[in-house]
């Protein structure tokens, strides 16, 4: 056994292959169904449950700029309304197409601010891609609002199993999904959802319950995102818990705080709702409250999903690579950067080059 394989081990994690009645999962309609008990386990245990009332989506165009980028494409913004019987609510977000490609591949990116791509939006385009942005505090805020604004409307509070915040940005990516699928201009079988921490967080959440994302992509999104909780270095529930992000999760969650042995999932759950299609982490060498390690230590060990499909997963389970390295081989591709916590040029040219490799 090698010295990764020995650590995820030794860190105890609930297991991905025995059902509730403690059967083993052995094959693909096996995997299907545990796949419905771990989500139901984590919308009690970690994120909250998503809404269940009918709704409808009405997208509107309110500017369309054709000469963005020096006339290489053109930018929309899109007022997009969710419709229920007793609440309406609506959000903007910014659709770049370039104008070279016909149906380009999108980046349905969860942005900490409205500027597509933080200002990287010329490089995206002119590597073939579509960027749909969307200013996360514009679907609802980051902050103590008894979850009455935005989206927060759509669901009635309870102090257990209600969405919290990241359920409800990772929704919200969704219905942009539902809006953005409608529209001929993008290749709909290629659409990744991407976000750095807290909406690395939030990719991971919309990737994992929605699988018309073709590829879910994390850049450090450390405790609650990638990384295994159960051994983590770095930041843990207890300080999740003390600030703002309290908010993010559900309160049942908080419940494993001072004793991770009981919380009935970790990570693992989560990244592995996203096989088989494709899975991108990435880490960086510095970012010590995020935890690299942790973070490549849960795609090691959601690996075997994709396996169990008959398809390769992380490469090299066994080994991190070298800071600087990537493995881009298998359906989770992984990388470790040079530096601290943030989402760099470099880190969107690697996702670019994933996606390139595997037509994602
Ligand atoms: C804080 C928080 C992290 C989070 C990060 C962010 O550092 O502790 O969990 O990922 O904010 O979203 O920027």
Not at 17 to 33: H, I, L, M, P, T
Not at 122 to 146: F, H, K, M, S
Not at 212 to 236: I, V, Y
Not at 252 to 278: E, V, W
């Amino acid at each position: 056994m090698g010295l990764l394989e020995q650590e995820i081990k030794s860190r105890n994690l609930p297991e991905l292959f025995r059902n509730k009645d403690n059967e083993a999962v052995q094959n693909e309609s096996g995997w299907r169904s545990r796949r419905e008990e771990i989500k139901n386990v984590l919308c009690r245990e970690f994120c909250g449950c998503f809404p269940r009332i009918a709704h409808r989506i009405a997208g509107k165009q309110v500017l369309e700029d054709d000469s963005a980028y020096g006339g290489k494409a053109v930018v929309k913004t899109i007022n997009l309304g969710i419709v229920s019987d007793y609440s309406y609510v609506s959000f903007p977000y910014r659709l770049m197409l370039p104008k070279n490609a016909e149906r380009p591949p999108v980046f349905l990116y969860l942005a900490f601010s409205p500027e597509i791509a933080d200002g990287l939006g010329e490089e995206i385009l002119d590597a073939g891609y579509g960027v749909a942005n969307v200013y996360y505090q514009d679907i609802t805020a980051d902050y103590y609002d008894e979850h009455q604004s935005g989206l927060g409307r759509f669901c009635t509070r309870n102090n257990y199993d209600s969405w919290g915040k990241l359920a409800m940005w990772a929704w919200g990516s969704s219905r942009i999904l539902d809006d953005i699928l409608e529209r001929e201009e993008i290749d709909e079988k290629r659409v990744a959802v991407l976000g750095h921490s807290r909406l690395g967080k939030t990719a991971l959440i919309a990737g994992a319950f929605d699988e018309r994302f073709s590829l879910t992509a994390a850049n450090e999104s450390g405790a609650g995102g990638a990384a295994l909780f159960r051994g983590k270095t770095g930041e843990q529930i207890e300080n999740l818990y003390g600030k703002g992000s309290r908010l993010w999760f559900d309160g049942n969650f908080f419940n494993y705080r001072k004793d991770l042995t009981r919380m009935p999932f970790d990570q693992h759950f989560l990244l592995s709702l996203t096989a088989p299609r494709h899975l991108y982490i990435a880490s960086a060498d510095r970012d010590d409250w995020a935890d690299p390690k942790s973070e490549f230590l849960t795609c090691a060990e959601c690996s075997k999903v994709w396996n169990l499909y008959g398809e390769e997963g992380l490469v090299s389970p066994d080994r991190l690579p070298e800071t600087g390295a990537c493995y881009h081989e298998g359906r989770i591709g992984y990388h470790l950067r040079r530096g601290t916590h943030y989402l760099s040029r470099d880190d969107w040219r690697q996702i670019i080059a994933y996606r390139n490799r595997h037509g994602v």
